[in-house]
């Protein structure tokens, strides 16, 4: 059984990777808006990861005997200024993300939950993929600069994630 403040916190973090879900869903949508298929996939793909990432919180919380509670999750934005600015959010997005799950280790350290602890090591590991990988896209699209068709040729490495 975990204490309260844990399972606080993590019902928390369950908003939160929900809110990332919905967050790159948007940003899809934009995509799509946009013509821009590859991107749209890549971030359709990536907003299925973060439902991902919500269910295995939920499922250490029942685990563990706490209580899932759904708060609404808030509404994401729905335009950008352009591909460019959608990445750097997203650079930005998991960058903070990353700041929540390393304050969720501290509190399971400092609650003694060893088990939360270990839990939450996949995620430290994931930020690091998922940080990188945002990142290796915004360099892609820092290089775009006056040569637009770069642009399409990106959209046809993103169609490729699955
Ligand atoms: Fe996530
Ligand atoms: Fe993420």
Redesign the pocket.
Known sequence: MMGKKMEEALNGQVNA?LY?SYLYLSMSAYFESLNLRGFANWMRVQAQ??AV?AMKIYDHIIERGGRVILPPVEAPPSEWASPLAVFEQVYGHEQK?TGLINDLVDLATGENDHATKSFLQWFVD?QVE?EASANEVLQKLKRVGEAPDRLFIIDRELAERE
């Open positions: 990777e990332s990861e973060e990432h993300v994931e998922e």
